[in-house]
Structure formats: C-alpha cells, structure tokens
C-alpha cells in the first residue's frame, strides 16, 4: 500500500505531461487548415514534435508537452523566448513562456512560427522550400532538418 501511496505522489505528476499524437492530431488539423499550405500539415508537425520533445527510451511516440532544452525552448514544438515575442507583436497577444507549456498554445505557435520560416524560405530561395524552413525553424541546423525531413517522410508513407 505504502508503495501505491508514493507512486501516486511522486512519479504520477511526471506521467501527466506525456501525450501520444493522436490527443491532438484534431487541434493540429484543425490548426494546420488555417494556413492552407501543402507544407503545413499534421505529418509535418508530428515530424517537428518527433525531433523536438520525443521520449527516446520508449517503443511508443509519446511526446513530453512540458520538454526544456538547454537553450531554454518550451513545449512540444521547442518555441524560444524570442519566437514568442515576435508571435505576440505580430497577432496582438500577450502569451508567457509559461503559456507554452500548455499543448494548445505551443502548437499553435509552432505552426506559425513554420509558416513565417516557409515564407522566409521563399524569399531566400525564390520557392517554398521544407528543408529548408526546417532548417531557419532550428536555427540553422542541418542534421536536425534532414532528421525531421526523414522522420515526416517515414509518417507520410506509414499513412498510404
């Protein structure tokens, strides 16, 4: 009994902020249609989510919604302190970092912030260009745009 006891004060909290995908594959939709582009769609936001805040140690996809990197990036989709703020003047908001930790509002940042860096990506490159946004969205890391891009093709073919 003693051990239930601490199982359910200590360790319980920690499973309350794991998701599998399918909890918010409607709210990605949902999301991913209000930009209407080939680009932003539920495969490759659960390509970026599968880089970004994926438990390693497990079999399953199963995503941590309060994941913390190094560089202080909040959430599933990793949104930095400066993302938000540019998201915040853009769209009138006036969202936390402490916001972030709630799935909602870091997807809906995450996608936004991949639609400005497809955007970016067409000016750089004069077409929208995936890895490359992928890229500009880890701020320049190569290895993780063509780890994401491996990973969403992977989703996409699972999907067929």
Known sequence: ?????????????????????????????????NY????????TIHGIMWCESRIIKTNQELYNTHAVSSDNCVGLM????????????????????QDMRDTTNNIR???????????LSKKIL??????????LYSGGARYYAYRCMSKIIRLYYKKK
């Not at 998201?87 to 009138?92: G, Q, T």
């Not at 936004?112 to 860096?117: D, M």
């Open 36 to 43: 209407k582009s080939k680009y932003i769609n539920p495969i």
């Open 109 to 119: 940042v995450g996608i936004w912030c991949l639609n400005q860096k497809l955007k």
């Open 78 to 97: 990793q949104i930095k302190k400066i993302t938000l703020d540019t998201y915040n003047w853009r769209n009138k908001t006036n969202l936390t970092m």
């Open 126 to 135: 004069g077409e929208y260009n995936l890895g490359k946004a992928l890229e």
């Open 1 to 33: 009994m003693r051990k239930l006891i601490i199982f359910f004060i200590i360790l319980m909290p920690l499973f309350a902020d794991i998701i599998r995908f399918q909890d918010v594959e409607d709210f990605i939709t949902k999301e991913c249609y």
